[in-house]
């Protein structure tokens, strides 16, 4: 008998009575960023949309929205990119890291279920929605797509996650080069890293991004039980600690939380942060706050 | 105390370090996983410090516990208790005891000795004489040793020598009676005194009267239980005249006897021997005897009663007729007895046996042999009458009083004619009624010779004196241990329980520790 996967708790009914509630999730997520960047670049040309630049191509854009021209000059393929004055494309980027998995399992269920939730309501507001992992091995999982279908496929995709990688660790500043520029993130991670993945999170905000971050916390990032020798999930290194080192690691992870939430207030990110033993209909709600009606 | 061998222990403590050692590595083999290390940095082990290997997990003490606990179940550990034992001290109460020496009796001696051994410890004190009979010692030193009657029984007693309890013997060891009992029981210590070996003493003194003529004849033996001779001087005294003085030289274990005399009219109430050069134990260098039982018993004898029986009566050496108004040892009256007598018994009354007894006015039991049949309201005590029919179940022939026999002789002239059968009826009937030494009196008293012997004698206990400690009181504790192992392993598995991998990734504990 098969283990139950986690994605079967995500019901589409209760998605569409979420959706109901939460038409202007964008919007919402939207008015907790920097007054402006609403505005996203889009590479493609299109009704409604403002020339911005030329770009290199990369994975996952528009083949209508290469200019030969500038690709037969250049000998690459370069894209057209434009402004969009409302938001449409959003790339989920989740963490498979180890650490989303070790020593607490039921954070990398949350985040696959938040992963496919989010999804859902952006796929609901008529935008473009695709799929991304930035573990050791930092890819495109589903391209972006939009419509019943998409979530679908990002639903098929997501339950052939084999897991969260068992060494290694997250990559976050890889979605530099692999998202296109434009593209809004939705960012699901636990940002263990010791600058709280900063430095990577200001990179990405670069090509004026909207930035919505969604850190998974667990009861076991500051607890170890009675070992004294510690071993790190992502890396496999070794710590021998003295008696009382837990009390040192939550002061140190408090700090860590912080630090994170100091960053994204002054850089006007979205942090929504929830707890791997919440179920995931209470994570959302605490995250977007109240419904609209 | 905890109490346990030696290999117990060393055992224990060497199972406890293995688990130790075990647990130091188990721990080191399997670190705790955690999401981000950083986060611990600053808890991290000082370089050169204890390191994690040389610790092992809180758990290794339960289960260290448990396996010296079986361990120590498997050795035999026990619970002593230090606490001394209570102290019986059986006294030897023989009459050696009362020897005096260096102007004490030894059993003032032995006391003063255990007073200081015993110091302030409680002890109770049994003598062999009267061993379930308890003193405490104190009392007995505050008393002294006279309270006491010396016992002279040559059986050794049975003595409740418990375990749990430490056993002293004081004694001299001069009786055959004590060195028996500290040879058949396992005393503690022992305690004795005593250096005087030589004593004379009068050990029989015998009188009885001439069967021809109004005289008292009698014997003094003499004996010398020391071991080396002496001379001594044997006085006999009735009353306050001497009857014989003679001078001895006794060898040693010798025993000599003494014939002597003395009319009947010049006994007094008792008759005295009496050894001059008194020794050690002066108790036995005396020696009286009453010379009461050699008198005739006063007798009365009924008017009514047939001249046969009273010249039989008259004639019998042991009985004599008391003068008018005088005090009577004995009544023989001759008539019908009172109700129910000369009738068919009353309800009640049954033939006993052929052998009639009742008790005398000195408590003993006295038996009237003969061809009658005793109907009485069975058995016959003093205060009781007795009515004796004949086997053929004539009239009544006798009956019995309480104290001095009171006879009633109903005796039917047809049935039994005066003859030559009277003197054997009176005889039988008196005799009865008195002791049976009625027609040849004998007065005498014997010491035995070893209550004389004051020699001490080294004895041989079971328990060499002043080497074997008390047992002490100790209770097994296996099973404690047992269901102590038991209880913890099962704490163990508990705590197990509680640490197994939860879903969650972490302990169940609330903080994970």
């Known amino acids: 008998m098969s283990a139950r996967h986690p994605l079967d708790a995500v019901g589409e009914d209760d998605l569409r009575r979420l959706a109901r509630s939460r038409t202007s999730l964008l919007r919402t997520a939207g008015s907790r960023t920097r007054a402006g960047s609403a505005r996203t670049t889009r590479a493609g040309a299109n009704a409604g949309w403002e020339y911005r630049e030329h770009r290199p191509y990369l994975p996952g854009d528009d083949l209508r929205r290469l200019d030969w021209r500038v690709s037969a000059r250049r000998s690459h393929p370069y894209v057209r990119t434009f402004d969009e004055e409302r938001t449409s494309d959003w790339v989920v980027c989740l963490d498979d890291s180890a650490s989303m998995s070790r020593p607490d399992p039921r954070r990398w269920h949350l985040a696959i279920q938040l992963c496919l939730v989010m999804a859902y309501l952006l796929l609901n507001g008529g935008g473009q929605v695709g799929l991304a992992l930035f573990g050791p091995r930092p890819q495109f999982w589903c391209p972006p797509g939009s419509g019943r279908l998409q979530y679908l496929r990002l639903a098929r995709r997501l339950r052939e996650i084999p897991g969260p990688q068992p060494v290694g660790s997250a990559h976050l500043g890889a979605l530099v080069r692999l998202v296109p520029p434009g593209r809004h993130l939705v960012v699901i991670s636990d940002f263990l890293a010791e600058d709280a993945m900063i430095g990577n999170l200001t990179a990405l905000q670069r090509p004026q991004r909207r930035l919505q971050l969604v850190q998974i916390t667990s009861p076991a990032d500051a607890a170890a039980g009675a070992s004294p020798v510690l071993e790190d999930a992502e890396s496999g290194r070794r710590l021998a600690v003295r008696e009382g080192a837990a009390d040192t690691a939550r002061l140190a992870l408090a700090t860590h939380h912080e630090t994170l939430s100091r960053y994204c207030l002054g850089a006007g990110l979205s942090l929504g942060r929830c707890h791997s033993d919440q179920p995931w209909q209470n994570a959302l709600m605490g995250m977007l706050g109240p419904a609209d009606d | ?513």
């Open chain 2, 1 to 513: 105390m905890i109490d346990g061998p030696l290999h117990g222990w060393l055992l224990a403590a060497a199972v406890a370090g293995l688990v130790w050692w075990l647990h130091r590595g188990h721990r080191w083999r399997q670190p705790a996983v955690v999401a981000a290390l950083f986060l611990w940095q600053r808890a991290a082990e000082q370089p050169g410090g204890r390191g994690p290997t040389r610790r092992a997990a809180p758990v290794w003490l339960l289960r260290a516990a448990v396996c010296a606990a079986l361990v120590f179940a498997l050795t035999g550990l026990s619970w002593r208790d230090l606490s001394p034992p209570p102290l019986v001290i059986w006294f030897d109460d023989s009459p050696s005891m009362l020897a005096r020496e260096q102007g004490a009796r030894r059993a003032e001696q032995a006391l003063q000795r255990l007073v200081e051994m015993v110091g302030e410890r409680p002890a109770e004190v049994r003598f062999l004489g009267s061993p379930d009979h308890v003193r405490p010692l104190r009392d007995i030193a505050r008393l002294g040793p006279e309270p006491w009657p010396a016992q002279a029984a040559a059986a050794a007693p049975i003595l409740d020598v418990r375990a749990g309890r430490e056993h002293w013997l004081a004694t001299d060891g001069a009786t055959p009676r004590v060195r028996l009992v500290s040879e058949s029981y396992p005393f503690h210590r022992l305690v004795q005194v005593g250096a005087a070996t030589e004593n004379v003493a009068v050990v029989g003194l015998v009188l009885r009267r001439a069967l021809h003529d109004p005289r008292i004849l009698g014997a003094v033996r003499v004996a010398n239980l020391g071991r080396r001779p002496a001379t001594r001087t044997v006085t006999v005294t009735a009353g306050s005249g001497e009857i014989l003085r003679q001078r001895l030289e006794l060898a040693p274990d010798a025993v000599r006897t003494f014939g002597f005399e003395m009319p009947a009219r010049a006994a007094a109430e008792a008759v005295a021997a009496r050894l001059d050069h008194a020794d050690a134990l002066p108790e036995d260098d005396a020696m009286s005897v009453e010379t009461r039982p050699l008198t005739p018993l006063a007798l009365r004898v009924g008017g009514a009663c047939p001249t046969p029986l009273r010249q039989a009566l008259t004639a019998h050496p042991g009985l004599r007729l008391a003068a008018a108004g005088a005090t009577t040892d004995l009544a023989v009256e001759c008539a019908a007895p009172p109700a129910p007598a000369g009738a068919a018994p009353s309800a009640g009354w049954r033939p006993t046996s052929e052998l009639l007894e009742w008790l005398g006015p000195d408590g003993a039991t006295r038996y009237f042999p003969g061809p009658w049949r005793a109907i009485s309201a069975s058995p016959p005590v003093p205060g009781a009458s007795v009515l004796i029919r004949d086997a053929d179940g004539g009239p009544p022939l006798v009956l019995a009083a309480p104290g001095w026999i009171r006879l009633l002789v109903d005796l039917d002239p047809a049935r039994m004619p005066p003859g030559l059968d009277y003197p054997d009826l009176v005889s039988a009937i008196v005799g009865a009624a008195r002791p049976p030494a009625l027609l040849d009196p004998l007065v005498s008293r014997e010491r035995p010779p070893d209550a004389s012997r004051i020699a001490p004698r080294a004895l041989a206990p079971r328990t060499a004196a002043g080497s074997a400690p008390a047992v002490p009181h100790s209770v097994d504790l296996t099973p404690v241990l047992v269901a102590l192992a038991m209880a913890l392993v099962a704490a163990d598995l508990v705590f197990q329980g509680a640490r197994r991998p939860h879903p969650s990734g972490h302990p169940r504990t609330a903080a994970g520790a």
